[in-house]
Protein backbone atom coordinates (compact mmCIF):
# COMPACT_ATOMS: atom_id res chain seq x y z
CA UNK A 1 0.00 0.00 0.00
CA UNK A 2 1.31 3.48 -0.72
CA UNK A 3 0.11 6.34 1.77
CA UNK A 4 0.34 10.02 0.61
CA UNK A 5 0.53 12.97 3.10
CA UNK A 6 0.31 16.64 2.07
CA UNK A 7 1.12 19.74 4.72
CA UNK A 8 2.30 23.15 4.64
CA UNK A 9 -1.10 24.73 4.52
CA UNK A 10 -2.52 27.38 6.14
CA UNK A 11 -3.78 30.92 6.03
CA UNK A 12 -2.18 33.54 4.24
CA UNK A 13 -2.51 37.10 3.11
CA UNK A 14 -3.13 38.60 -0.97
CA UNK A 15 0.12 38.48 -2.21
CA UNK A 16 1.99 36.17 0.45
CA UNK A 17 3.51 33.05 -0.08
CA UNK A 18 3.05 29.23 0.78
CA UNK A 19 4.96 25.75 -0.04
CA UNK A 20 3.06 22.77 0.48
CA UNK A 21 4.69 19.42 1.03
CA UNK A 22 4.03 16.31 -0.17
CA UNK A 23 5.64 12.64 0.54
CA UNK A 24 4.34 9.29 -0.97
CA UNK A 25 5.41 6.00 1.35
CA UNK A 26 5.36 2.44 1.44
CA UNK A 27 6.06 -0.09 -1.57
CA UNK A 28 6.80 1.30 -4.62
CA UNK A 29 8.58 0.34 -7.52
CA UNK A 30 8.56 3.53 -9.79
CA UNK A 31 6.95 7.09 -9.11
CA UNK A 32 5.60 8.14 -13.05
CA UNK A 33 4.58 11.43 -11.62
CA UNK A 34 3.54 13.53 -8.95
CA UNK A 35 0.76 15.98 -8.85
CA UNK A 36 -1.66 18.64 -7.55
CA UNK A 37 -5.29 19.36 -7.97
CA UNK A 38 -7.35 21.56 -5.57
CA UNK A 39 -11.07 21.92 -5.25
CA UNK A 40 -12.79 25.21 -3.93
CA UNK A 41 -16.37 25.13 -2.62
CA UNK A 42 -18.95 24.40 -4.72
CA UNK A 43 -16.42 23.87 -7.56
CA UNK A 44 -14.91 20.41 -9.56
CA UNK A 45 -11.65 19.56 -9.20
CA UNK A 46 -8.89 21.18 -11.35
CA UNK A 47 -5.31 20.26 -12.12
CA UNK A 48 -2.95 22.71 -10.74
CA UNK A 49 0.09 20.90 -12.04
CA UNK A 50 2.30 18.06 -12.13
CA UNK A 51 6.07 16.94 -12.30
CA UNK A 52 6.91 13.48 -14.20
CA UNK A 53 9.98 10.85 -13.66
CA UNK A 54 11.93 13.06 -16.06
CA UNK A 55 12.00 16.32 -14.10
CA UNK A 56 9.16 18.22 -16.56
CA UNK A 57 6.39 19.98 -15.45
CA UNK A 58 2.98 21.59 -16.61
CA UNK A 59 1.13 23.74 -14.83
CA UNK A 60 -2.76 25.30 -15.07
CA UNK A 61 -3.06 28.49 -16.70
CA UNK A 62 -4.31 29.82 -13.87
CA UNK A 63 -0.99 29.32 -11.84
CA UNK A 64 1.27 29.76 -14.15
CA UNK A 65 4.24 32.16 -13.37
CA UNK A 66 3.19 31.93 -9.61
CA UNK A 67 3.20 28.66 -8.62
CA UNK A 68 6.24 25.95 -9.07
CA UNK A 69 6.46 22.26 -8.33
CA UNK A 70 9.82 20.36 -8.11
CA UNK A 71 10.58 17.05 -6.85
CA UNK A 72 13.13 15.69 -4.21
CA UNK A 73 13.74 11.91 -5.47
CA UNK A 74 15.28 10.69 -2.42
CA UNK A 75 12.59 11.14 -0.27
CA UNK A 76 9.60 10.66 -2.87
CA UNK A 77 8.36 14.31 -1.34
CA UNK A 78 7.01 17.14 -4.05
CA UNK A 79 6.76 20.53 -3.55
CA UNK A 80 4.06 23.23 -4.80
CA UNK A 81 5.55 26.64 -4.17
CA UNK A 82 2.66 29.01 -4.70
CA UNK A 83 3.71 32.87 -4.72
CA UNK A 84 1.87 35.82 -5.12
CA UNK A 85 -1.08 34.18 -4.04
CA UNK A 86 -4.73 35.50 -5.18
CA UNK A 87 -8.22 34.59 -2.93
CA UNK A 88 -9.27 32.32 -5.75
CA UNK A 89 -6.44 30.35 -4.60
CA UNK A 90 -8.81 29.31 -1.76
CA UNK A 91 -9.11 25.90 -2.19
CA UNK A 92 -8.46 22.26 -0.39
CA UNK A 93 -5.42 20.83 -2.67
CA UNK A 94 -4.71 17.59 -3.01
CA UNK A 95 -1.75 15.86 -4.03
CA UNK A 96 -1.79 12.58 -6.38
CA UNK A 97 1.07 9.96 -6.98
CA UNK A 98 0.99 7.78 -10.16
CA UNK A 99 3.13 4.78 -9.54
CA UNK A 100 4.05 1.30 -9.92
CA UNK A 101 4.32 -1.56 -7.39
CA UNK A 102 3.95 -5.55 -7.00
CA UNK A 103 6.41 -7.65 -8.88
CA UNK A 104 6.64 -10.74 -11.35
CA UNK A 105 3.65 -11.17 -12.91
CA UNK A 106 1.55 -8.95 -10.71
CA UNK A 107 2.56 -4.74 -11.36
CA UNK A 108 0.06 -2.80 -11.07
CA UNK A 109 -0.03 1.22 -11.86
CA UNK A 110 -2.59 3.32 -10.24
CA UNK A 111 -2.85 6.84 -8.78
CA UNK A 112 -3.15 7.42 -4.83
CA UNK A 113 -4.35 10.58 -3.19
CA UNK A 114 -3.86 12.47 0.31
CA UNK A 115 -6.18 13.36 2.08
CA UNK A 116 -6.16 17.74 1.33
CA UNK A 117 -4.71 20.31 2.28
CA UNK A 118 -6.35 23.28 3.25
CA UNK A 119 -5.29 26.81 1.73
CA UNK A 120 -7.17 30.09 2.10
CA UNK A 121 -6.05 33.50 0.81
CA UNK A 122 -7.54 36.83 2.48
CA UNK A 123 -8.13 39.63 1.18
Known amino acids: QVHVVESGGGLVQLGGSLRLSCTAS????????MGWYRQAPGNERELVGR???????NYAEAVKGRFTISRDNAKNTMYLQMNSLKPEDTAVYYC?????????????????WGQGTQVTVSS
Open 96 to 112: YVDVSYGRGSFVFRKDF
Open 26 to 33: GTMNSIHA
Open 51 to 57: IVSGGST
